[in-house]
């Protein structure tokens, strides 16, 4: 395609575009490459010319276009920012900005992809997502001319691009260009099949054009007969869509039948209806095969109805059924709405972010700081089908496939999913983890008093609802860390005979912060309690004066710390523990502490303390400085103790141990034995006691019982 063409199609769209932005940065190009060559042999201007022509076809406006001239003359020509924009406006110098920044991102897989990177892209597309049509009809224009590159590299490319660009592509709404790019992509990672698929579909090309053209005309007819105007075209399906068919179905090639479509376009949508019904009754409908695209379109846009009837020749064909608009909607995707003033686009790039189908993409960008656990959200709502759902008022809202009423919550408003307790779906009450079925009408039920729980995270499966969940989480986490290295700080500054509070009127503790290059005293309690710096190390530099000259107090603190104060040399005020796990205090697998027995806290780092018996050999291989000490305090709940238990191998034993169990009240959560040979056996129990004292008394009682031979306790698990 010629500048001329490219005028042209602009102008079939938008009567009165400015051009000349248009032809400027066509000449603006030519001069930026002049001398430079493609793979292929041929100059260089080929390919931006090419970009542009695509996004011509997209229906983009003049600034768009301009920019697919443009993109590469920063990158390849040494072209400034500054200079684009001197030329032709902040607008298109930011978009061409965009594109090579986007451009030296680099991806492996869906899997393996360079997370951080694909988060800025992203955050580029949420500034202005012409950034993102560019480099897809970029990326177009290579891989429709990548025949010349060598097959690893083609390949890595064809990754990248199934990987990111077809899915973002789909989000968009742009088909035609998805559907390409998969072919392109199936050509590049699987020659042989698709050298295989191809060979057999050109063999019977005249064959099914001839069907074509005979079955359109027959439908033509049929809308005819019944005074209706319709443009009727068939089409043969996409080879990727043939492989994912034949792949997904175990079929053969020559197995499969519906490989064709039909479009049949008419005027509104009771055209649309009525011509699915004298459709319906001329051919016999596949049952299940029927979707309604107009009630409830997809998240991109798409509306159409779907069937697939039995054709003539008793052959399986899909017809859609659409109108004019609905037609040009789902050509050009996210551009459909767009209004131009003198070709250039009359909407903000803050209006087009606020497009329902990319929203998430964007508040996912902006939330989640990890890069890894922003790449798994945004997989979430970019690789999965779909189900929809009504809200009472009759708001339809979308959602991966497996999403449950919690998802629904948070798509609400994020303060609806914190609060949810419940749902009623179709009028009946039902618990947060159940799973949307297609139609469903569901109302949140919510309390001021819930807060999100960490077993929600296995209940969610959009990615808005997983990340608001996480935040909430790992907040609540950094509130418990911040107080937890507050208390610490102040029992190890008490030990001195000073306080957190009188540090803090001094002074001091903001010194200390500053010197460690926190501006606020929180940031350095959060640190304290993630373990990344020491209660200990803290004091030292706080009050040196103090740990130099006097030692700490040394009254035991009750008779837990009597009896602490044997195994230590000086006492410090113990952290209070009530034998329930939660954010900040976990239990050491590699011991099992129970309630009862001399425990000591690890401040491990980012996990708050974990609790270890106080001989734990694991414990005493690690920082002696990052020890806390701890007490029993409280309720006590459930803890788990592990027995090995050496027995006559003969029947009535497991009896005997289950009622002894029964007898202390003790539950068996899982049993195992096996035969150690000499009519011996070993049998393993994990039972839930509350303290180490009804594990002793259970243990003493299984020692009485006749054919009982030893019974020991198993620390780690």
């Known amino acids: 395609m010629s500048l001329n063409d490219i005028l042209d199609q602009v102008a079939t769209y938008a009567p009165n575009a400015d051009l000349d932005v248009i032809m400027r940065a066509w000449a603006f190009a030519g001069k930026a490459h002049a001398g430079q060559l493609r793979r292929s042999g041929e100059p260089y201007l080929v390919h931006p010319i090419a970009v542009a022509e695509i996004l011509a076809q997209l229906r983009m406006d003049v600034d768009t276009i301009a920019t697919g001239l443009l993109h590469d003359t920063m990158e390849d020509c040494l072209v400034t920012r500054d200079e684009l924009a001197a030329m032709f406006g902040d607008e298109v110098a930011d978009m061409v900005d965009g594109v090579t920044k986007i451009g030296k991102l680099k991806f492996r897989s869906k899997e393996e992809a360079q997370a951080e990177n694909f988060r800025k892209m992203v955050l580029a597309m949420s500034r202005d997502v012409r950034v993102i049509l560019v480099k897809l009809a970029d990326?177009?224009?290579?891989?429709?001319?990548?025949?010349?590159?060598?097959?690893?590299?083609?390949?890595?490319?064809?990754?990248?691009?199934?990987?990111?660009?077809?899915?973002?592509?789909?989000?968009?709404?742009?088909?035609?260009?998805?559907?390409?790019?998969?072919?392109?992509?199936?050509?590049?990672?699987?020659?042989?099949?698709?050298?295989?698929?191809?060979?057999?579909?050109?063999?019977?090309?005249?064959?099914?054009?001839?069907?074509?053209?005979?079955?359109?005309?027959?439908?033509?007819?049929?809308l005819t007969d019944h005074g209706m105007q319709a443009e009727v075209s068939g089409r043969p399906k996409h080879l990727y869509s043939i492989y994912k068919k034949m792949k997904a179905r175990h079929l053969t090639f020559d197995q499969l039948h519906d490989l064709l479509a039909f479009r049949v376009i008419v005027d509104d949508i009771g055209a649309c209806w009525a011509a699915l019904g004298y459709i319906h009754?001329?051919?016999?409908?596949?049952?299940?095969?029927?979707?309604?695209?107009?009630?409830?379109?997809?998240?991109?846009?798409?509306q159409s109805l779907h069937t697939v009837v039995v054709g003539p020749g008793g052959q399986d064909i899909e017809i859609?059924?659409?109108?004019?608009?609905?037609?040009?909607?789902?050509?050009?995707?996210?551009?459909?709405?767009?209004?131009?003033?003198?070709?250039?686009?009359?909407l903000s790039p803050e209006d087009i972010s606020k497009i329902a189908r990319l929203r998430e993409l964007w508040e996912a960008a902006t939330d989640i700081e990890d890069p890894a656990e922003f790449l798994e959200t945004v997989k979430v709502d970019l690789y999965q089908n779909e189900v929809y759902a009504f809200t009472p008022a009759g708001d339809v809202r979308f959602f991966p496939a497996g999403a449950t009423v919690l998802d629904f919550a948070f798509a609400i408003h994020t303060e609806v999913g914190e609060q949810a307790i419940r749902?009623?779906?179709?009028?009946?009450?039902?618990?947060?983890?159940?799973?949307?079925?297609?139609?469903?009408?569901?109302?949140?039920?919510?309390?001021?008093?819930?807060?999100?729980?960490?077993?929600?995270?296995?209940?969610?499966?959009?990615?808005?609802?997983?990340?608001?969940?996480?935040?909430?989480?790992?907040?609540?986490?950094?509130?418990?860390?911040?107080?937890?290295?507050?208390?610490?700080?102040?029992?190890?500054?008490?030990?001195?005979?000073?306080?957190?509070?009188?540090?803090?009127r001094?002074?001091?503790?903001?010194?200390?912060?500053?010197h460690h290059g926190f501006r606020k005293r929180e940031h350095l309690y959060l640190a304290i309690g993630q373990g990344q710096l020491t209660p200990q190390r803290i004091v030292r530099e706080m009050v040196p004066e103090l740990v130099d000259?006097?030692?700490?107090?040394?009254?035991?603190?009750?008779?837990?710390?009597?009896?602490?104060?044997?195994?230590?040399?000086?006492?410090?005020?113990?952290?209070?523990?009530?034998?329930?796990?939660?954010?900040?205090?976990?239990?050491?697998?590699?011991?099992?502490?129970?309630?009862?027995?001399?425990?000591?806290?690890?401040?491990?780092?980012?996990?708050?303390?974990?609790?270890?018996?106080?001989?734990?050999?694991?414990?005493?291989?690690?920082?002696?400085?990052?020890?806390?000490?701890?007490?029993?305090?409280?309720?006590?709940?459930?803890?788990t103790g592990e027995l090995n238990v050496v027995?006559?191998?003969?029947?009535?034993?497991?009896?005997?141990?289950?009622?002894?169990?029964?007898?202390?009240?003790?539950?068996?959560?899982?049993?195992?034995?096996?035969?150690?040979?000499?009519?011996?056996?070993?049998?393993?129990?994990?039972?839930?006691?509350?303290?180490?004292?009804?594990?002793?008394?259970?243990?003493?009682?299984?020692?009485?019982?006749?054919g009982v031979i030893t019974v020991d306790r198993i620390r780690a698990s």
């Open 423 to 504: 749902a009623r779906v179709n009028g009946r009450l039902v618990p947060l983890r159940t799973p949307l079925k297609s139609g469903d009408t569901v109302e949140i039920v919510t309390s001021r008093d819930q807060r999100p729980k960490r077993e929600w995270l296995e209940w969610a499966h959009t990615g808005r609802a997983l990340s608001k969940i996480r935040r909430y989480l790992r907040e609540e986490e950094r509130e418990r860390s911040r107080e937890l290295g507050r208390e610490l700080l102040d029992k190890e500054l008490r030990r001195y005979g000073t306080t957190l509070a009188k540090q803090t």
């Open 281 to 302: 009754e001329r051919w016999r409908h596949r049952p299940g095969t029927f979707k309604d695209y107009i009630t409830q379109p997809k998240s991109n846009g798409y």
């Open 139 to 222: 990326r177009l224009h290579n891989m429709r001319t990548m025949e010349h590159m060598k097959p690893e590299k083609a390949r890595l490319i064809s990754q990248e691009t199934l990987d990111i660009f077809v899915p973002i592509a789909n989000r968009l709404g742009l088909s035609n260009l998805k559907s390409e790019l998969e072919d392109l992509c199936f050509r590049y990672l699987h020659p042989d099949i698709y050298a295989e698929l191809a060979q057999a579909w050109d063999e019977t090309e005249p064959e099914r054009e001839a069907y074509v053209q005979r079955t359109r005309a027959e439908i033509e007819a049929l």
């Open 506 to 514: 001094s002074g001091r503790l903001a010194e200390v912060a500053r």
């Open 320 to 346: 859609q059924i659409r109108t004019v608009e609905m037609h040009r909607i789902n050509e050009v995707g996210i551009a459909a709405h767009w209004r131009y003033k003198e070709g250039h686009l009359a």
């Open 549 to 639: 000259a006097h030692r700490p107090d040394d009254e035991p603190a009750g008779l837990v710390g009597q009896i602490m104060q044997r195994f230590r040399a000086r006492s410090q005020s113990p952290v209070l523990i009530n034998g329930e796990s939660d954010v900040m205090v976990s239990y050491a697998r590699c011991c099992n502490p129970l309630p009862g027995e001399p425990v000591a806290g690890y401040i491990t780092r980012g996990h708050g303390i974990s609790v270890h018996a106080r001989d734990c050999p694991q414990l005493l291989a690690l920082d002696p400085e990052r020890r806390v000490p701890v007490e029993w305090h409280g309720g006590q709940g459930n803890h």
């Open 647 to 706: 027995c006559a191998d003969k029947p009535g034993m497991l009896a005997d141990i289950g009622a002894a169990c029964k007898s202390g009240g003790v539950n068996v959560t899982r049993m195992q034995s096996k035969s150690l040979g000499d009519d011996k056996a070993l049998l393993s129990l994990e039972v839930a006691v509350s303290d180490v004292q009804q594990l002793n008394r259970l243990m003493r009682e299984l020692e009485r019982i006749k």
